[in-house]
Every structure is written in C-alpha cells, then in structure tokens.
C-alpha cells in the first residue's frame, strides 16, 4: 500500500515569514494530493489540493508543487498569520477510495 | 445540517462494552468514509462507503469494528469488546461523488477505560 510521509514534525517561524511542510509517497499510482488543516479540537479541512497532471497550485498565500518524478509534494505558506497556527496534513490517493495520510506537522506561527 | 454531523462529541466506555458512533454525512454525499486518529498522528482509513455498500473495508483492525450505511446516508460504527487500545478520535468524511473533495466531520473522542 501508499506510505506517505512527512516533515518537519513542528515549524516556528515569526509572523509574515514562510512556511514550507514536505511529503514523500511511495506509489507511483496516486495521483491525487491533498493538504489539510486541523484546528484543535476539530475535523481536518482541506485547505488546497493537486492532481498529477498539474505541477503547481496556488490559491492566495498558499501553494502546492509535485515533483511525480522524485514523489514528493510541498506545501508553500507565504505572510504567514497567527491564524495559520495548526496541524498541516498531507494525503494522497489513487482511486479516492482511501485516503493515506502524513503524520502531520505542527506550524506555530509566532506574533 | 451543513455539515459533517458526528455524534456523540465524546463517549467514555469500560473495557469490554460495545459502542456505537454516528455520523450525518453531507445531504446527497454517496461516499463516506471512516478514519481513526490517535493523539499525534495523522488519520488512519477504516472503512470506505459507496452508497449502502461497503467498497473497502480493508483498514478495519479486527472483527470487533464492523460499520453499515443502511440507507446510504447516515452510517454507524460499532466496536464490540472495547479495549483500551482502541480509544482515538474516530472521524467521518463525506464526499460527492462528481467532487475530489472531502468534508471531515468534527470527530467522535473514544475513551476506553
């Protein structure tokens, strides 16, 4: 099966700097890659989104890029805000029937 | 609802009792699905619903965890024999089956005691 994994385990960056978070996955197959955002307390929320075919996606101040060759994706955050402050979740799929999930990465983002 | 409604919030059992948790997927949603999530980690599949049936069940631990969708909306996960391995937050997402998007539900704490 898929094995997704990810780093770093926790971020800090202050306030207006940069975030980047970092996924490999094992099967050539999936071809559907998403992030999602977990708030304490409550269910992820998918937040941006990547299709195989597609090397890029930005929506706003986030950003996505596929490297199919390498198998690794990332998730970009610029001007990051306080309300960024979460766990950041991987995922990928071939046939979305089951999602496999990073561990997930703790961005704390410091006034 | 507008939502991913899960029910109960949190529920606290004794070794050895059975459970049953609920979730209300998105009106019209024909996929749903069940993840468990322990403290730290990312979501684990269980079980995918296409409709009433079960398309994958492969995640499920063991024979004690069995989940149904009778009507192809509203499903139910049971775990019989509780143990104290099995508490987690146990999520439900739902899907449309023309959208790649899943909406996650607030989850259901599991306490087994």
Do not use: M
Not at chain 1, 30 to 56: A, C, H, M, T
Not at chain 1, 71 to 86: G, M
Not at chain 1, 96 to 111: A, W
């Amino acid at each position: 099966g898929e094995n997704v994994e990810q780093h770093p385990s926790t971020l800090s960056v202050q306030e207006g700097d940069s975030a980047v978070i970092k996924c490999t996955y094992s099967d050539s197959a999936s071809n559907y890659f998403p992030w999602y955002k977990q708030e304490l307390g409550k269910g992820p929320q998918l937040i941006i989104d990547i299709r195989s075919n597609v090397g890029e996606k930005k929506d706003q101040r986030i950003a996505v890029t596929l490297n199919k060759t390498a198998k690794h994706f990332s998730l970009h955050i610029t001007e990051t805000q306080p309300e960024d402050s979460a766990v950041y979740f991987c995922a990928a799929t071939d046939n979305f029937n089951k999602f496999y999930f990073g561990s997930g990465t703790k961005l704390n983002v410091k006034p | 609802g507008a939502g991913v409604s899960q029910t109960p919030s949190n529920k606290v059992t004794e070794k050895g009792k059975y459970v049953e948790l609920r979730c209300d997927p998105i009106s019209g949603h024909t996929a749903l699905y069940w993840y468990r999530q322990s403290l730290g980690q990312g979501p684990e599949f269980l079980i995918y619903f296409q409709g009433t049936g079960a398309a994958d069940d492969s995640g499920l631990p063991n024979d004690r965890f069995f989940a149904v969708r009778p009507e192809g909306s509203v499903s139910t996960l049971k775990i019989q024999r509780t143990e104290r391995g099995d508490s987690a937050v146990y999520l439900c997402a739902s899907r449309s089956g023309s959208t790649t998007e899943a909406f996650f539900g607030q989850g259901t704490r599991l306490t087994v005691v």
